[in-house]
């Protein structure tokens, strides 16, 4: 990481940025104090400088109350200065990729899905159903299947779910299995064999990915704000992940299992966009809503709304930033 800020500094900056615009400021003014109080302290262990940082001090000092002298370096405000960054990334395609399956007991097929719902002699299947029943053609943003998650709208520490097992250790909130289930059951009677590999996330997971692509931009040249800015447009900000509340699932296919671009010309991609709205679930971050959306295109990226939210986002072309908006 970068030589003026730990891994510790680093962790804490991005608790404050998964806080909202007013986190993001208090984030960068964090990181900036850091860095130009340790390369200041650098100079001031050079004879010749110690004179000159004492003066330079003082007179700064008295001349402002401000933290403006630092403005060189870092914006004024974090978010202004990340807006006028383009959102996609510079670097290869091959590089969005947040986390690939690694062995087969990443990957959760159809057999699975069906395994683990007979495994689960307590579920109550018919309750989703009823609930959008009741809820139809009224939509409440603070419903569980709602709850708008992004950098600037991070997880409420009241936040609470059940988690349901997919297969082993592979889990998502309870209450999706179902829709899940009957979509892979779909999907397969049309031909088409959907492989879950990244469900459930805990912080901590969503903190070693962020850290790892950080830690990839910077080792190929960018500042700590712009890895930052580029980071969090490819891996969610800790803290801010649908991924953590177990209603975001990666979904591939039997002959496709990269994370990238490619995945939504395959038949399986395609099939998802045409038709998981049926079962209640919606590309989470589509192609041309980038700069709504503060995400990268990600065919693999599906998210539960209920089908109701869902049909609208579809039909209409919209994401689930604009439909939230529409409340």
């Not at 007991?105 to 609930?131: N, P, Q």
């Not at 192609?287 to 990268?296: L, R, S, V, Y």
Request: hydrophobic letters at 40%; glycine letters at 6%; a negative charge.
């Amino acid at each position: 990481m970068n030589a003026y800020v730990s891994v510790e500094q680093m962790n804490k900056a991005k608790r404050l940025a998964a806080k909202g615009k007013s986190g993001l400021n208090a984030a960068a003014l964090y990181l900036a104090v850091i860095i130009i109080s340790r390369k200041v302290w650098q100079m001031i262990k050079i004879p010749v400088w110690r004179t000159v940082s004492v003066v330079g001090t003082g007179v700064i000092f008295c001349t402002t109350t401000s933290f403006a002298p630092i403005s060189y370096s870092v914006p004024e405000s974090i978010v202004e200065y990340a807006e006028s960054i383009p959102v996609e990334s510079e670097m290869d395609s091959a590089e969005y990729i947040e986390t690939e399956p690694e062995a087969e007991e990443d990957m959760a097929s159809l057999d699975d899905l069906i395994a683990g719902r007979e495994d689960s002699a307590d579920d109550d299947i018919g309750e989703l159903e009823a609930i959008e029943s009741e809820n139809a053609n009224l939509f409440d943003k603070n419903d569980w299947n709602l709850i708008l998650i992004n950098k600037e709208h991070p997880i409420s520490d009241s936040y609470s779910f059940t988690l349901g097992t997919i297969k082993g250790n592979m889990k998502c909130d309870e209450r999706i299995l179902t829709p899940l289930t009957d979509m892979f059951t779909a999907a397969a009677n049309d031909g088409i064999n959907l492989v879950v590999c990244s469900p459930f996330r805990d912080i901590s997971r969503q903190e070693y990915l962020f850290d790892r692509k950080m830690k990839n931009y910077m080792n190929s040249g960018y500042s700590y704000i712009d890895a930052y800015k580029e980071a969090s447009a490819v891996v969610t900000v800790p803290g801010a992940s649908e991924h953590q509340i177990g209603i975001a699932l990666d979904i591939v296919c039997d002959s496709y299992s990269q994370l990238n671009d490619g995945f939504g010309e395959t038949a399986a991609g395609k099939w998802l966009m045409d038709n998981s709205y049926k079962y209640g679930f919606i590309l989470r971050y589509p192609q041309n809503k980038e700069e709504i959306t503060g995400i990268i295109y990600e065919p693999w990226h599906y998210r539960y709304v209920g089908v109701e939210a869902a049909t609208i986002i579809h039909d209409e072309g919209i994401c689930l930033e604009e439909f939230i908006g529409s409340l």
